[in-house]
């Protein structure tokens, strides 16, 4: 069974930066896609960026493109979201998500529990 464990998260000033991570066990690493979403209080759960698992298909959102970058480590079983000049409305639980397609619009199999970023202005 697959288990993804976020971690990053906190509360930040605008303008400052935030790496999350995203710890995957109980399969193999490389043959997951992998996921951000992040969800805003009242808020939906929203697509951030998704990375294949080479790492050679990457999409970000656009209402992120330009501040936000995903990436992997195969090799430590990670999975990151760097989040640079946050903005307020950055404030969100983000998730990491584990499937089998790269894409925006892709079902993802298993999700973590979520870490919470906070930006004040």
């Known amino acids: 069974q697959v288990q993804l464990v976020e971690s990053g998260g906190g509360l930040v000033q605008a303008g400052g930066s935030l790496r999350l991570s995203c710890a995957f066990s109980?399969?193999?690493?490389?043959?997951?896609?992998m996921g951000w979403f992040r969800q805003a209080p009242g808020k939906e759960r929203n697509f951030v960026a998704a990375i294949s698992g080479t790492g050679n298909v990457i999409y970000h959102a656009d209402s992120v493109k330009g501040r936000f970058t995903i990436s992997r480590d195969n090799t430590k079983n990670t999975v990151y979201l760097q989040i640079d000049s946050l903005k307020p409305e950055d404030t969100a639980d983000y998730y990491c998500a584990a499937g089998s397609i790269a894409r925006p619009d892709a079902e993802y199999d298993y999700w973590g529990q979520g870490t919470q970023v906070t930006v004040s202005s």
């Open positions: 109980g399969r193999t690493f490389s043959s997951y896609a």
